[in-house]
């Protein structure tokens, strides 16, 4: 009997330090995936735009167009996963980042052990499974409903353009309403890696949601910080 070919992940690698993206796709390669290299800002955006990937590592500070403009536009068209890698490691950096549609952050200079890791991770949530346990498929809470096969979101007749880690936060907090998410929780589930109280990415994408909610006309404050706990959708 002939087992058929399981593609290979396929990461497009913008970054213009071409030794640190040979590097990377190097590892990659050696990890189980595909790849390809752009070096600037605009060409990156055409790639990403133009095929299909599993992922995308974005780097901020890029010629011809930064890291923040291609995903701000990339965003706009396509909700593939983005991990950003900067090197300049302030928060408000990081936080540019969340807003304009991340889902994941790297700071250099960063142990590649640790990137593949992210890397896995978002992959093994994000890749559909041919074994997986067949899952509710809609969710819905007032005018606010979600679905999961194309990740569309709509509230009313205004509908939603989230991120893959904004969507998949939003359906958790949606699936368990009235209920607290702890962060560790959150990260567990989302981010597979422990909480950290220096860790703010859940923070952010929490934000965004608010702003996103909000904008289309989802009271923004039925989405609560439980100080101490977490969150909790109402």
């Known amino acids: 009997m002939q087992t058929l070919a399981v593609p290979r992940p396929n990461i497009l690698i913008i970054e213009d330090d071409k030794g640190l993206s040979e590097e990377l796709a ?23 735009l133009n095929d299909q990937f599993s992922l995308i590592l974005l780097d901020v500070l890029l010629p011809n167009l930064d890291g923040f403009a291609v995903l701000s536009r990339l965003r706009k068209f396509c909700s593939t996963p983005v991990i950003m890698l900067t ?34 991770a978002v992959i093994r949530r994000t890749l ?8 509710q498929q809609k969710l819905q809470l007032g005018e606010l409903v979600l679905f999961k096969e194309n990740q569309r979101v709509s509230c009313g007749d205004i509908q939603l353009s989230l991120t893959d880690m904004e969507f ?29 109280r220096y860790d703010r990415s859940i923070d952010m994408h929490i934000s965004n949601l608010r702003r996103k909610l909000k904008a289309a006309g989802f009271a923004a404050n039925r989405l609560v910080t439980m ?7 109402t």
């Open 168 to 196: 998949r936060l939003l359906w958790m907090l949606v699936k368990d309403s009235g209920e607290v998410q702890s962060k560790s929780h959150l990260y567990q589930q989302l981010m597979q890696r422990p909480f950290s």
């Open 128 to 135: 559909p499974r041919s074994d997986a346990v067949p899952v």
């Open 87 to 120: 090197a300049r490691g302030a928060e408000e950096d990081r936080i540019s980042g969340f807003q304009c549609g991340a889902d994941d952050y790297l700071p250099k200079p960063f142990s590649i052990t640790e990137l593949i890791l992210r890397i896995d």
């Open 26 to 48: 190097t590892q990659l390669g050696e990890s189980g995936y595909q790849s390809l290299q752009c070096y600037d800002g605009q060409s990156g955006l055409n790639t990403a």
């Open 227 to 233: 100080h101490g706990q977490g969150y909790c959708l």
